[in-house]
């Protein structure tokens, strides 16, 4: 094809094959589309500025605003007219420059149409158009002139060639650049045969209103939905894309307003460029061909019209025939992932975005081709390119002959099948295979000549790790566990005390839409090495750090002061899948969380990835800030509590994920701790783990990573010290088994919970459980201070509160004392009462107590304390945790007693009520209540409903709730997902939180 320039320069460009082939005005136009259809690439700065100044010098100057036919629609904004159709021979509105993205000559947005219905010689007004606009069937009245694609148009038909007209066509569903240049169109294809793949007219921007010429470097517009963007770096080197043809029309079936119009015309309405479209006396030649019983003209042979500076200029442009379908090689039209086969057999099936498979398992595609594809002489390739610079060397680029069978372990691809035109290929990858996106590019060799499929988002394919498969270092032999732990979207998350263990329900939510996206980007957002990621343990590592903000802008925000401005009360959250979404959206760490929120998103983000992970609380759960592996205590003469650093959390929830650990000795794989909340800094950032349970277990703190940290929340000794007015330190006792308790986690197949403390610690007090304490204790930074102490105590202490109390109801507390000796005692006693953070950091005092007490020889006394709502109401926190410390001081023996009593004041219960039986894309509605048992009126009331496969994660504001009041709230939503799923709750206030509720249901 050769073209010259508006302003004379002769452009000669190379006939060949089309996308992939020697053409280079179909490599650039293709190369054009790929990267500017959505999610496309860039050019360089310097080339891009050399065209757009180039056409911006070409154009300046050609743009005059229009005041008169004003276009309404998204297509190409300029100038209103009206197209003639055949169908009812009457005119509709439609937008002359429009361009196809919305698919042909649909009114007020299109312009012309994305292809031809029937004439093998190409274009024309006619033809099925684009997807966008519906399947609008426009007439053929022009058949030879204008069109989209010609061949490709609509949805790709395979007409052996395509007309002129419709700027570089639109490929299949959309209309090219608009009564630009023509397009090429071999068989049922899309691209540059016949232009731009998906391309779409100048749509949605005045192009007058650029200042520098159509092509404004600093102004992007849109070319339309589906199509390229002006602004971006186009491969527009030596062609003008703006510039109308003016080919030879027929006269008769040519409108009106369509036709030459007076220089009065243009100088009353200033019409801009592109309104400046006229016809020709002068173009031919032209050839006739007939199909169906109808003639139809080929233009092979149009003219370029300019006006600059008053003068016109007349170029030709000659368009020759393209190859016949027989001369080319073995085209790609499209791969289908085959979704439903491939998510069955890999359990990604429940995945709603992309294709999703996982490693060391063969997976199924389905090719199919524009012409027969021949096993025996048609060569196929296939290629896997990870990241933005995929090399051989680095695992990132992967080639594939497509041979007979697959190989075990390695990256291979097989031919399944194959009639007519499709071909089945099985492709497996190794089971130590890179996590991630790979683009899948197809190569063909037929005759000599090869095609290449373009890298788009579409042909893309997402690996997981597999827990399935034996060789993977996730592998987990157990069907009912791989159920829950990478399966299961719901769950619960354990709070509150070892005395009054509470639940919540947490929506994990792993499938829901966007998740995997934004798991994808935390892995990219790390930096984590190509070659690392297919390696679980620096996976999980790295998700540990991602998943909190303190280091490099993860998910989440960490507070514990109790003022949440500017963000959401860690109590407010139902479940990961809102925080993941508001992340990936906003793209900056959302506002807040504290330890099971952190933990939630951390199993939503290793479950997603493949990882088997839960989520697990410890009670009493310590945090020791020097590596003693001891958690000291000390007090004053007076018998108060001293800070020493070290704090007993009344629980923490981290997360376990299971695999194998080839780094360490044998056998300290299987279940490892990991911890997303920021407490402390692992090798200068904040994360923790994997840490090896079995090693906690027996004291080998020193293997990686973080072990000491673990060992000691899970079972260091506390110490209490009594510090004299000298500054002396005197030990005073040890507990030996008040740091980590009720070790928990939802249950495998059910909604009960499991006691996970023995997989942590042996029976506490047993040799086996001194021994692991001391040899951890001797890899401390205080190796030598650990010694037993051997307490003569005669009076024996008790500190307990109520069971049960609700907030609401009086706190009753009870120190008993019972005297084993044969001689009176006299004991002074001190009792405060505390309002928690759960963290172990004292809020506000509640009220205290002292008094002494006489305890005959054999005999019993007790303490009490008594406090009622409206004394603590206002002292409460987030968990409504109260901590009864109390201390005792035996006058006779010189013997000290400190205890506690930590309990948290349990929560009403949300009534979640709907249907148990629903059927999937029918509407129900849901209804929660609430009754508020306080004596005052709750204000800041807000409810939060949500369950994965059911609702999106929703925030329901209401007005202030009485005292005594019961108020409902209902919700309507509508089931995406079929089996078991569950509505999750839950209630927040100013003086109430924790509030929760859930009903499970059964979608069929």
């Not at 929560?907 to 048992?933: C, H, R, W, Y």
Request: with cysteine.
């Amino acid at each position: 094809m050769s073209i010259r320039m508006p302003d004379g320069t002769p452009v000669v460009l190379n006939s060949g094959t089309e996308s992939g082939g020697d053409d280079e005005m179909a490599g650039r136009a293709t190369r054009a589309a790929g990267r500017h259809a959505p999610g496309g690439g860039t050019n360089s700065a310097s080339d891009r500025s050399s065209r757009y100044n180039r056409l911006s010098e070409l154009m300046k100057g050609k743009r005059e605003a229009a005041t008169a036919h004003q276009a309404q629609g998204p297509g190409y904004n300029r100038g209103t007219y009206t197209s003639h159709t055949t169908t009812n021979n009457s005119y509709q509105p439609g937008s002359f420059m429009a361009g196809g993205a919305q698919g042909g000559y649909m009114a007020g947005s299109t312009g012309f149409s994305s292809g031809y219905r029937s004439a093998p010689s190409g274009g024309g007004f006619g033809g099925y158009t684009g997807a966008a606009g519906g399947r609008f069937r426009a007439a053929d009245v022009f058949p030879s002139v204008f069109g989209g694609t010609g061949a490709a148009g609509g949805s790709g038909s395979t007409y052996p060639r395509a007309g002129m007209g419709g700027g570089f066509g639109g490929g299949h569903h959309s209309g090219g650049l608009g009564g630009g240049h023509a397009g090429f169109a071999p068989p049922s294809a899309a691209g540059f045969q016949g232009g731009f793949s998906g391309g779409g007219g100048f749509g949605l921007n005045d192009f007058s209103s650029t200042t520098d010429g159509l092509f404004d470097p600093h102004r992007p517009q849109n070319f339309g939905p589906g199509g390229i963007r002006m602004g971006d770096p186009l491969d527009f080197d030596d062609l003008d894309p703006l510039t109308p043809v003016t080919p030879d029309i027929p006269t008769p079936s040519f409108p009106d307003h369509l036709r030459r119009q007076p220089a009065s015309f243009t100088e009353t309405t200033r019409t801009s460029y592109f309104d400046r479209f006229k016809t020709s006396e002068s173009s031919s030649p032209k050839e006739s061909v007939t199909q169906n019983g109808e003639d139809h003209l080929f233009i092979s042979k149009a003219y370029i019209e300019l006006e600059r500076g008053g003068r016109k200029n007349l170029n030709p442009m000659v368009i020759q025939e393209p190859p016949s379908e027989d001369d080319g090689p073995l085209k790609l039209t499209n791969i289908d992932f085959l979704n439903d086969e491939n998510g069955r057999a890999h359990h990604t099936d429940e995945f709603e975005e992309h294709n999703v498979v996982r490693r060391g398992q063969p997976f199924t595609v389905e090719l199919r081709f524009e012409k027969t594809y021949d096993e025996g002489e048609d060569k196929l390739k296939v290629e896997l390119h990870f990241g933005d610079n995929p090399l051989p060397n680095k695992g990132t680029l992967l080639r594939m002959p497509v041979g007979k069978s697959l190989e075990d372990g390695k990256f291979s691809a097989a031919l399944d099948s194959s009639e007519g035109g499709y071909a089945k290929v099985k492709i497996t990858t190794p089971p130590d295979a890179i996590v991630g996106k790979y683009h899948v590019v197809i190569e063909t060799m037929s005759d000599g000549k090869t095609f290449r499929s373009r890298k788009t988002d579409d042909n893309t394919v997402v690996v997981l790790f597999n827990p399935w498969v034996k060789d993977d270092m996730t592998y987990l032999d157990d069907d009912a566990q791989l159920g829950e732990y990478v399966l299961n979207e719901h769950g619960y998350q354990y709070y509150g005390t070892s005395r009054r263990i509470g639940k919540r329900p947490w929506n994990f939510g792993q499938f829901e839409p966007k998740i995997l996206d934004v798991c994808l980007r935390l892995l990219d957002r790390s930096q984590i090495k190509a070659e690392s990621r297919g390696d679980a343990v620096k996976v999980s590592r790295i998700v540990s750090k991602m998943v909190n903000s303190a280091d490099d802008g993860g998910v989440l925000t960490g507070n514990w002061s109790g003022n949440y401005a500017g963000g959401r009360s860690p109590t407010a959250w139902n479940g990961s899948v809102e925080i993941l979404r508001q992340y990936y959206e906003r793209n900056r760490p959302v506002c807040y969380g504290q330890c099971w929120v952190f933990s939630g998103v951390m199993t939503t983000v290793l479950r997603c990835l493949g990882i088997p992970a839960r989520s697990v609380t410890n009670y009493d759960s310590a945090h020791d800030t020097d590596v003693s592996m001891t958690i000291d205590n000390y007090m004053d003469h007076n018998l108060r509590e001293i800070d020493g650093g070290d704090s007993v959390w009344n629980f923490h929830v981290w997360n376990e994920a299971w695999m194998a650990r080839p780094d360490l000795p044998e056998g300290y794989g299987g279940w490892q701790a990991v911890d997303a909340t920021p407490q402390e800094t692992s090798d200068g950032v904040y994360c923790c783990g994997p840490c090896p349970i079995s090693a906690v277990k027996n004291g080998h703190v020193y293997l990686p990573y973080d072990t000491k940290f673990v060992f000691a929340e899970v079972n260091a000794d506390k110490v209490y010290w009594l510090v004299d007015r000298h500054k002396n330190l005197r030990k005073l006792r040890t507990r030996k088994a008040a740091i980590g308790n009720k070790m928990s986690t939802k249950a495998v197949g059910s909604n009960a919970r499991h006691d996970l403390t023995e997989n942590y610690k042996y029976p506490e007090g047993s040799d086996q459980e001194r021994v692991a304490v001391r040899t951890a204790v001797s890899h401390g930074l205080k190796p030598n201070t650990y010694d037993d102490v051997i307490e003569d105590e005669d009076v024996e202490f008790d500190v307990h509160a109520d069971d049960e109390i609700y907030i609401g109801q009086n706190i009753h507390v009870t120190l008993s004392m019972k005297n084993t000796s044969s001689e009176p005692r006299k004991v002074t006693t001190h009792l405060t009462a505390r309002a928690m953070y759960y963290t172990g950091v004292p809020a506000h005092d509640i009220g205290e107590l002292e008094k002494d007490v006489f305890i005959p020889p054999n005999g019993e006394a007790s303490v009490e304390m008594t406090f009622t709502p409206r004394e603590y109401l206002d002292m409460l926190v987030d968990q409504a945790i109260v901590k009864i410390h109390a201390m005792a001081h035996v006058d006779d023996t010189n013997q000290v007693y400190s205890g506690q009593d930590d309990f948290r004041l349990m929560s009403p219960d949300l009534t979640v009520k709907a249907p148990t039986k629903m059927t999937l894309g029918e509407q129900v509605t849901a209804e929660i209540e609430f009754t508020n048992p306080l004596d005052v009126t709750l204000s800041m009331v807000e409810f939060h409903i949500e369950g994965p496969g059911l609702q999106k994660p929703k925030k329901i504001s209401h007005t202030p709730i009485k005292p005594g009041e019961t108020v409902k709230v209902t919700e309507r939503m509508t089931p995406r997902k079929v089996g078991k799923k569950t509505i999750m709750a839950s209630f927040t206030s100013n003086k109430l939180t924790q509030v929760t509720g859930e009903l499970d249901v059964v979608v069929s």
